[in-house]
């Protein structure tokens, strides 16, 4: 694969968005294998969920994460302008077994590209304003719970019920209502079943 130089010296993002399980995470990777030499920071927007360590378990459990209110922009995008102006950042680090942001952070030096992933990056005008190529990633309900189900009970350590249950309960509904209408922000929608990482990749390469 061919690795294109970006113009000028601006830190240049890259905006993955898409429904639950739809394949954001495989495609950030791979998008980042490939710049790697260019220097690349991948943030998901999930180390963003707002604060809520004064809760117990059970009430974290009950909060509606699909919902854009769940994201604590205002850290996002003052981390993103740090980024932007060459300031190192303290990237938060959240659980998803137990629904909460850790004390810990993760250190974050300026890079050329930032690869930013997350269902609700095109849900924020300010955000959506940083955002130089934005991809969104159209797969089906039905593909994506079943890939959701198989996930959450590996790593997650949930039950089928509980995922289902989340899912269409919370994750299905907030999609219809904010994540697919927001797909209009992005500069490509593409069925992320159907396209190869070498097709993304020669779509940003153009758009450059």
Known sequence: MKLIKFKDNKVFIIGIC???CSGKSTISEKLKEHYKELGVNKINTDSYYKDHSNLSFNERSQI???HPD??????LINDLNSLIKNKSIKEPVYSYKIHKRLKKNKLLKPRKVIILEGLHIFCNSELISLIDFGLFL????????NRRIKRDIKERGRTENEVINRFNQMCEPMYQKFIYPSRTNANVIINSDQQSINDIINLIDEFI
């Open 18 to 20: 898409g429904g639950t």
């Open 64 to 66: 509606n994460f699909d």
């Open 70 to 75: 769940s994201i604590d922009f205002d850290l």
């Open 138 to 145: 159209d797969l089906n309900s039905e593909s994506r719970l």
